[in-house]
């Protein structure tokens, strides 16, 4: 993002941040369940000066992106064998769209059940909150490959894998990229639920620091954490899904 285009967002911030500010002092000074932005920014400048919230986010980094890629991993090809075999999709396509919509929250009691109070816990909840979107972005997204694409390409003697990874996969590619940043999402809220409920002592996360600060009664951690959530992930936006997009586009001429 360019210092011109960042100069708005940041200016509201201010403002909303300052405005958020005067209504507390004004109407509740002083309430534990309301806390002015100076208290959370006093929270975490101290939580960054003794290290536990660098910690947490560095925690939780390692487990969403194990989640992630592993999700990634399997949701990819199976959204392809979707598209590609009808008796798939009918059902596992079927199944994949069910689950989608399942809350996270709902895999947490099993993954305790299965794997107890373990890593693999979290592990197991952040691929279950990944995988079933990306399978359903990859086969939207391969289904809607124009099929005259196919038929030129077929008349011109590509068939089978050369077929897939040369016309059907790049053409899907900004559906697929699109999936991928929706399954980062959902990877994000399925490991916040876990890590609320499943207590791990060797690893301490931000979902656990979310917690831990509502069973204090301290919203000036519960908000710092959230927004600390909301910076890696606006973060993770633009040095990774804003960048790639945007060669998608320059590869294809939309743009500059």
Request: glycine content about 10%.
């Amino acid at each position: 993002m360019s210092l011109r285009r960042a100069i708005a967002p940041l200016l509201a911030l201010t403002l909303a941040l300052g405005l958020w500010e005067l209504l507390v002092a004004r109407y509740a000074p002083g309430s534990p369940f309301l806390p002015t932005p100076s208290a959370i920014g006093r929270w975490i400048w101290g939580a960054i000066l003794d290290g536990s919230l660098v910690s947490a986010t560095l925690v939780t980094l390692k487990r969403l992106g194990a989640g992630f890629l592993i999700g990634a991993a399997i949701g990819i090809p199976l959204g392809a064998l979707c598209a590609r075999v009808r008796v798939v999709r009918d059902t596992l396509g079927m199944l994949a769209l069910g689950l989608q919509t399942l809350p996270s929250v709902c895999w947490v009691p099993l993954a305790i059940l299965w794997f107890g109070q373990e890593e693999s816990a979290i592990l197991f909840v952040t691929v279950m909150g990944t995988v079933w979107s990306v399978v359903l972005a990859v086969q939207e997204s391969v289904l809607a490959v124009p099929p005259l694409y196919v038929r030129a390409a077929q008349t011109m003697g590509s068939r089978g894998f050369h077929l897939w990874s040369h016309v059907v996969l790049p053409a899907a590619l900004p559906g697929v990229l699109s999936g991928m940043k929706q399954g980062w999402a959902f990877a994000w809220r399925s490991l916040m639920a876990a890590e609320i409920f499943v207590v791990i002592l060797s690893g301490y996360g931000l979902g656990s620091m979310l917690h831990d600060g509502r069973e204090l009664l301290r919203m000036e951690q519960v908000v710092g954490v959230m927004g600390m959530v909301m910076l890696v992930g606006l973060l993770a936006d633009l040095a990774i899904f804003g960048p790639a997009e945007r060669w998608l586009r320059r590869s294809r001429g939309l743009s500059a």
